[in-house]
């Protein structure tokens, strides 16, 4: 590979001759990594115009850096970053470089210092020998085979125009066209293309929702616990956010203050808990939005890991008054990484959210929008569901049986399936301790802090995945976690 003479500049304040400063720069881009051994340089007469200088001093600077061993020469070919490139020569200390913005003072609007689940789902994480974690994909259950069929399929010549052209606000017909035909009439909603907007998974779907319609003060209602993250995007908005405590059923309606005017909510899966809101309360939820004349965002991940019974109807389907926004995702039924979701409502809604969205992203890529409909279209998603289903079916029995057996307290569990089980450890533990002291034994759950709101959240829940390990690792790692908690089970 060339690199490119346009990387080449000489700084202004570079100090030395202008043979010594064309070996420093070099030399720097070799010590730096930006330029790797093998990479062909610039011509020396390429280099001295791009330069403006004289093509003599460049040959004798890169002749300096041969016989240095920084650069080596193929014959007629040019000079190329050499495979042993020594360190540097000294060519005195660069000139101080220093950052002298204020950016306490710079800063509109601060994003860090929410609660975050990303320091409980370390990258290595399929390292560890038992990883209870939530959300990563087992790439034993993924059909790749099939995925890259149809991504070589939306590479051909028939879909160059969605793969190339910038569709400004619009999304891949064949995807929205799947959606809107096959995906939401299983749960029980009708809706057309025009109310249907894919989004970059469901965090973007609900940062969509919230500007458009919790910003500015509104008062919003959220489960608590919650999806940490959404809380984060109403604060960023400047929402005023209610946390209404969920129990066994989910969300109680009765509970929702007086004056709000959006609800968010996960009824087929509540996050973290994995409660299950029955219709009853379903119907009772719509009859205290409308009663408040608000709006309610569901959330409706896992609705597909409903693989001990059939999901319950989507809130979405008993709504007779367009209340409801509806949330799906791909994200989790096929893999984390894809990204991709879509945000079901009004014509008038979806119309706002998709300015939103062009004004911010545009579009999410076509090649991916297309892949996935050829993948969904041809049947090959049904079929890794059917194969999901069973993998976690059975690593649910064998979690269960491991849990009882080792006399561990479960807090919530779906009735209808999903990929995790909400625990709850004695009185006194901190599970962000107890976190950090089962990774030294290769073990990985979630603590179950950053899911609650206020400022002194309960520590000793914590969350249990079983999409990401094998049923035969189960029984052992829940073995250790037995084993960690031990002695505060002795003392209580």
């Known amino acids: 590979m060339a690199i490119p003479v346009e990387t080449f500049r000489l700084p202004p304040d570079m100090q030395g001759t202008l043979q010594a400063r064309i070996q420093q720069m070099v030399a720097e881009g070799i010590l730096s990594g930006r330029f790797r051994p093998g990479e062909k340089l610039p011509s020396s007469r390429g280099l001295a115009r791009h330069l403006g200088v004289s093509r003599i001093t460049v040959t004798l600077a890169y002749t300096e850096l041969l016989a240095n061993d920084y650069l080596t020469s193929r014959g007629r070919s040019g000079y190329f970053v050499s495979e042993g490139a020594p360190q540097p020569p000294d060519f005195g200390p660069l000139a101080p470089r220093q950052d002298s913005v204020d950016w306490n003072r710079a800063f509109a609007q601060r994003f860090t210092g929410g609660p975050s689940l990303s320091m409980d789902k370390p990258a290595d994480w399929a390292s560890f020998r038992y990883p209870f974690i939530y959300g990563q994909a087992d790439p034993k259950l993924f059909d790749h085979a099939n995925w890259r069929l149809c991504a070589t399929q939306a590479l051909g010549v028939r879909d160059f125009t969605a793969l190339t052209q910038d569709q400004f606000d619009q999304d891949d017909p064949e995807l929205v066209s799947f959606i809107a035909r096959h995906t939401l009439p299983r749960r029980g909603i009708q809706a057309g293309p025009e109310e249907i907007l894919i989004t ?135 893999f984390p990484g894809l990204r991709l979701g879509y945000l079901v409502g009004s014509v008038s809604f979806i119309r706002e959210v998709r300015a939103l969205r062009a004004s911010s992203l545009r579009h999410p890529p076509g090649h991916i929008q297309r892949t996935a409909a050829y993948y969904l279209s041809l049947g090959h998603y049904d079929a890794q569901i059917r194969r999901m289903g069973r993998a976690l079916g059975e690593r649910r029995k064998v979690m269960e049986q491991a849990i009882a057996a080792h006399g561990l307290e479960v807090a919530g569990k779906g009735a209808h399936g999903g990929s995790s089980i909400w625990m709850v450890a004695p009185e006194g533990v901190d599970s962000r301790g107890l976190a950090l002291d089962l990774r030294r034994e290769s073990v990985l759950i979630e603590p179950g802090t950053p899911f609650f709101a206020g400022e002194a959240p309960p520590r000793h829940y914590y969350r249990l995945g079983y999409s990401s390990i094998p049923s035969e690792r189960i029984e052992a790692g829940i073995a250790r976690i037995a084993a960690a908690l031990a002695p505060a089970r002795q003392a209580g």
């Open 200 to 334: 970059m998974g469901a965090q973007n779907a609900l940062w969509l929702a919230a500007q458009v319609l919790a910003a500015r003060g509104r008062r919003v209602a959220v489960e608590n616990p919650c999806y940490p993250a959404l809380r984060e995007i109403l604060r960023q908005c400047g929402a005023q956010v209610s946390a209404v405590d969920v129990d066994q059923e989910g969300l109680p309606p009765e509970a929702i203050p007086d004056g709000t005017q959006v609800i968010f909510t996960t009824p087929s899966h509540q996050c973290p808990t994995s409660a299950t809101l029955p219709v009853r309360r379903r119907e009772a939820l719509l009859a205290r939005a409308s009663s408040l004349n608000a709006l309610i965002v569901e959330d409706d991940y896992e609705f597909e890991m409903s693989f001990l019974k059939p999901p319950s109807p989507a809130l979405k389907s008993l709504d007779q008054e367009g209340r409801v926004v509806y949330v799906g995702s791909f994200s989790k039924s096929l």
